[in-house]
T-cell receptor, first 114, second 111 residues
């Protein structure tokens, strides 16, 4: 079945450690996105990529990094520079980056930093 | 730039209707609507484009007022399965899917 897979579902890390969240899609979509979800704040865009080897910062990119070496993969690294990393992270993809194409979301990774 | 949704929360009895509104301070090219159940991924409901084009599920109804920079989602004859948090996503032209999501509207349908 085609879809978008995030792993792990739950992740615990100590403060000061970098952590990488995985996002893989087999939908052959060009565009991929990372969102952060906090209670009462909706979804906020961290990074997006419209094509392999290219990505752009979203509204809250500070303390995060990404790579897009393969079409199907868009991992997100939460670095120690991110002041408040505990959140629910959602990865999404769409066929193209055009506004008339819907986004497909993964099941999310809940990151807790202790 | 985040669109504003209203109401923040609503509780309905099965069979009742609801309207969820989304407004933006910026000119819009399109509006997306998604529903998220607790602990799950948001699921696509509908896209409304400038010019009147719509794409989405047949059972979902929505409107897009370009002049007022607003969109409304109409949920009629609500079912228990409609419960969840509804998000609108909006963006100015040329920004692709880096659109901004609203803060969400929590909808609870009770028997």
């Amino acid at each position: 079945d085609g879809g978008i897979t995030q792993s792990p579902k739950y992740l615990f890390r100590k403060e000061g450690q970098n952590v990488t969240l995985s996002c893989e899609q087999n939908l052959n979509h060009d565009a991929m996105y990372w969102y952060r979800q906090d209670p009462g704040q909706g979804l906020r865009l961290i990074y997006y990529s419209q094509i392999v080897n290219d990505f752009q910062k979203g509204d809250i990119a500070e303390g995060y990094s990404v790579s897009r070496e393969k079409k199907e993969s868009f991992p997100l690294t939460v670095t120690s520079a991110q002041k408040n990393p505990t959140a629910f992270y959602l990865c999404a993809s769409s066929l193209t980056g055009a506004m008339n194409t819907e986004a497909f979301f993964g099941q999310g990774t809940r990151l807790t930093v202790v | 730039q985040q669109p504003v949704q209203s109401p923040q929360a609503v509780i309905l009895r099965e069979g009742e209707d609801a309207v969820i509104n989304c407004s933006s301070s910026k000119a819009l090219y399109s509006v997306h609507w998604y529903r998220q159940k607790h602990g799950e991924a948001p699921v696509f409901l509908m896209i409304l484009l400038k010019g009147g084009e719509q794409k989405g599920h047949e059972k979902i109804s929505a409107s897009f007022n370009e002049k007022k920079q607003q969109s409304s989602l109409y949920l009629t004859a609500s079912q228990l399965s409609y419960s969840g948090t509804y998000f609108c996503g909006t963006g100015p032209p040329g920004t692709g899917n880096q659109f901004y999501f609203g803060t969400g509207t929590s909808l609870t349908v009770i028997p």
